[in-house]
């Protein structure tokens, strides 16, 4: 059932999206195969003294979970497994939102509009230290990771270090792992902030460019004057790498009909800058948000799932043949923090949130820490829209599990209900196949 | 586990893992997560 197939008129390239075990397989062998299952008894190929070729290969196709006997119910087992893995993951997640002003005044922001200059103080930050010690001592975890997220987290950087040696010492204190990471603009991003995240086992840094100069700077320029971000962006990137305060820097590029076609000549800039090895490359869609003053922008500028499925993977051949890796696979939302027990988005005065996307809008809400230690928000935990996309016998649910629940709440209205992109996941998933394989 | 062949009509290009379901920090792509 969670098989995707892709090919040409001779071979066929097999994934199954839920052990991620792909293969090669001729037209001809398959065909061969296809006759003789029907005919197979499962428990005599396994004692067969002397197997055929194709035997053998139905024997590794059924250790691989690409062909599955009849009697085991593989979307019980999904389920249960999804299920498993949420209640075992011991990973302590928090995104702390240090402040939710931002210096720029990008043309697609989906973030809302309350209370925009507010920052976590000090006497916050030591309330958020206690709250996660505390939490540390409730809950058997073996990893605190905690993600700086805005706004621009960097427009409160007194608060990321009073907040990271405190945070470390919990961790540490329980003999738990610990690692940070940070969601920035990159503006901000210089030598002496790179120095110091990197002595907390910086572990992600994630900035955003948007094409060349003249195209980021037309989309992610400052509030203040208007001026671009570029130049500045891309000098502290090169510094961040040549100082190896972290190995690779996660590069966001979102894209639209604005900046698309432009987007290789930013591939050029970065192979020029020899960094080609050193960027994760990470394709976003503008997509629509909550309605708001940006409403106009996205029904203009967004260009639908058939046709962000063929500009992700024109993006993906052009970077592949500039040498740059692509990825394997393309999620769609099946671990995110909205879904895992033991997460949080923090705010300001201590408010949570389950997911980053819901920064800005207190309706959303689910707790503050001063008086919550559960961290399941009702909202998020029924997952009975899995069953509904398992019923379909979708083979994407392992790399989409009914999707994103932010894109699902605007779709829909609701969490808790299925959000289906099965055209647009299964052409770029397909198409990574193809480019990764072929 | 049986003995896996390889030749040019099949080849294994991805070992996946017993595990059956991705862990860590898998989000939506570009998401941010």
Not at chain 1, 203 to 218: E, M, N, R, S, Y
Not at chain 1, 354 to 379: H, P
Not at chain 2, 5 to 33: A, H, M, S, W
């Amino acid at each position: 059932m969670f098989n995707l197939f892709a090919g040409d008129a001779d071979y066929l390239i097999i994934r199954n999206t839920f052990t991620t075990t792909t293969v090669r397989i001729s037209k001809n062998l398959k065909e061969e195969i296809d006759k003789l299952l029907p005919s197979i008894n499962y428990k005599y190929l396994y004692n067969l003294k002397d197997p055929t070729t194709q035997e053998k290969i139905i024997r590794t196709l059924l250790d691989k979970n690409i062909l599955i006997d009849s009697s085991i119910d593989e979307k019980q087992k999904y389920k249960e497994l999804f299920l498993k893995h949420r209640q075992e993951d011991k990973v302590f997640a928090i995104y702390v939102t240090t402040t939710t002003n931002c210096q720029l005044d990008c043309s697609y922001c989906f973030e809302g509009t309350e209370k925009k200059n507010k920052n976590i103080t000090k006497t916050e930050a030591d309330e958020i230290v206690f709250w996660v010690s505390k939490y540390l001592q409730q809950n058997i975890c073996n990893k605190l990771r905690v993600i700086f997220y805005g706004g621009e987290p960097l427009l409160n950087m007194k608060i990321i270090r009073y907040l990271l040696p405190k945070l470390k010492k919990v961790a540490d204190d329980k003999k738990i792992f610990f690692e940070t990471g940070i969601l920035t603009n990159g503006e901000l991003l210089n030598y002496e902030m790179g120095k110091f995240l990197n002595k907390y086992n910086l572990d992600k840094v994630q900035i955003t460019l948007d094409g060349p100069k003249k195209c980021h700077d037309a989309r992610r320029y400052r509030k203040k004057d208007k001026s671009g971000t570029f130049e500045k962006i891309l000098t502290n990137i090169l510094c961040i790498l040549e100082n190896n305060f972290v190995e690779k820097i996660n590069l966001r590029i979102n894209f639209d009909k604005q900046n698309i076609d432009f987007i290789p000549e930013l591939f050029d800039l970065l192979l020029s800058n020899g960094i080609e090895k050193r960027i994760s490359l990470s394709f976003g869609m503008i997509t629509p948000t909550i309605p708001s003053n940006t409403k106009n922008y996205f029904e203009e500028n967004t260009l639908g799932q058939i046709l962000n499925a063929e500009k992700y993977l024109w993006l993906c051949s052009e970077a592949k043949k500039k040498g740059f890796s692509i990825p394997k696979e393309f999620m769609a939302g099946p671990w995110c923090t909205a879904r895992k027990i033991h997460s949080a988005v923090i705010l300001p005065k201590g408010d949570m949130l389950k997911c980053i996307s819901l920064v800005g809008r207190s309706e959303f809400f689910f707790g503050n820490i001063k008086d919550c230690n559960n961290l399941e928000d009702k909202k998020f935990t029924n997952f009975e829209y899995i069953n509904t996309c398992l019923e379909k016998n979708c083979p994407l649910v392992p790399i989409c599990g009914g999707g994103c629940r932010f894109e699902a709440y605007l779709s829909t209205g609701s969490f808790s209900k299925p959000h289906c992109q099965k055209r647009m996941l299964s052409d770029i998933n397909k198409g990574l196949l193809i480019l990764n394989y072929k | 586990m049986s003995e896996i062949p390889t030749n040019e009509d099949f080849q294994i290009l991805e070992e996946g893992t017993d595990c059956g379901t991705r862990t860590g920090n898998v989000g939506k792509d570009g998401c941010g997560y």
